[in-house]
């Protein structure tokens, strides 16, 4: 987990797209990089102590693909990177943690980036197999819920679209980039991460599922959106928004091929999956990872005016934003496209259990961060009482959706600490503790202390807070967190 554990090039690791990246001039906030992050190599014991503490039945966390094979298929694996995860799952299960594990998260050795262009190329799919049955033949014994891929949507859009994440590729109205082709490339990408994840599921099906005995599934990132204007067009719009980036990752794994609207708009540039490999896409998923932070206005871009880069077959010619008549659509936070709409959670869980047949899901990622202020403080940032509204808040929203009959198995909050908040650097903080950049000393905010009597219901801080009538809100989460094991 490139976010919190630095150790950049010890014990055999590899450099990684961002060890690099992070070290060009301008890349990242403020000139910060992860190569010390959260120290969490050196300090995971302490930090699972912190885990159990907060009385947390799951912990999620990824694999370093760097760390693990440092030159990919063509290299050895390294066995102090397996040595250290397989440290972190067998002391998480020691306290009763079941770990949740994601095997790519935004990140990859960086020589497989220079051999042959890493996601843009469909010989990263083949990595990506030889580097997801590493992770079932040295962890699987003990990890029953894998995630192949975090993000393929977010990470392509911020990599290969407005080129903000490694390796930074884009073309004008999205950026300036000195090469790339955002009308195109994010759907090349795409497609590679979504063969990429189903011939490794394929591979735990019929090689180690059986004898290992767990699950496997993907994570998309999710916006909700609303229309901008009170007219059918916009209405039409927010549909649309939602296809050409939730249901771009989950159609094709759950119908076998890219929803009908981007075939409609894209035409021949959208690739085409063969029948073999319709056929291995739809047999991949066991559940559906959703992280959800934010909703955002949709705005139609066939028939009204837009801006540039709304007018787009790549953005679904929807034009996004947060703002009505220069309204926020819901309070601000510390990333300029995350605002407060708890509504969004049940919306969004509602579309994805309509569109998927209510196949099991979880809530991989949710949390809140404050917007950055000068000068700050430990004392002020420990009195995050934002965040423990926005948890009550979108817990309560949650819990509408499971009421509906979503079939939910858990949820989790983004993060358990401060960490290396990717292009926003350190000053963009999720944490539940607060990390000290100095002594990396972590200390439990208001929330982490809220979460935990949550958890473990002897507080007086209730969930029911939130609205009228959820004490029974509370203890539905709490079946649910608690029995999400036994169920699946
Ligand atoms: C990512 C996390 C990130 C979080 C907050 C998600 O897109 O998976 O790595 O820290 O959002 O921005």
Redesign the pocket.
Known sequence: ML?IEGAVLEDGKSPNNWDVFCHIPGSIKNGDTGDIADDHYHRFLEDIEIIHSLGVNAYRFSISWSRVLPRGRLGEVNPKGVLFYSKIIDNLLLKGIEPYVTIY?HNHPQELEERFGAWLSPLMQEEFVHFAETCFENFGDRVKYWTTI??PN?FTELAYLSGRYPPAHCSAPFGNCSSGNSDTEPLFVLHNMLLSHAKAANIYRHKYQLKQGGFIGIIA?TFMYEPLRDIELDREAAKRALAFYTAWVLDPLVFGDYPPEMRQYHGNELPRFTSEETKSLTQSLDFIGI?HYSTLYAKDCIHSTCSSDGDRAIQGFVYLTGERHGVPIGERTG?WRFFIVPRGMEKIIEYVKERYNNMPMFVT?NGYSPPEQQDEQEEDLVQDAKQIEFHKAYLAALVRAIRNGADVRGYFI??LMDSF??VYGYNTR?GLYHVDRQTLRRTPKLSARWYAKFLTNSGHNHVADATPGSSKIKDAILTRLKTQKAEM
Request: cysteine-free; hydrophobic content about 35%.
């Open positions: 976010q998260h975090n993000e977010l990132n992280n990333i990622e983004w993060s908040e990717w999720f």
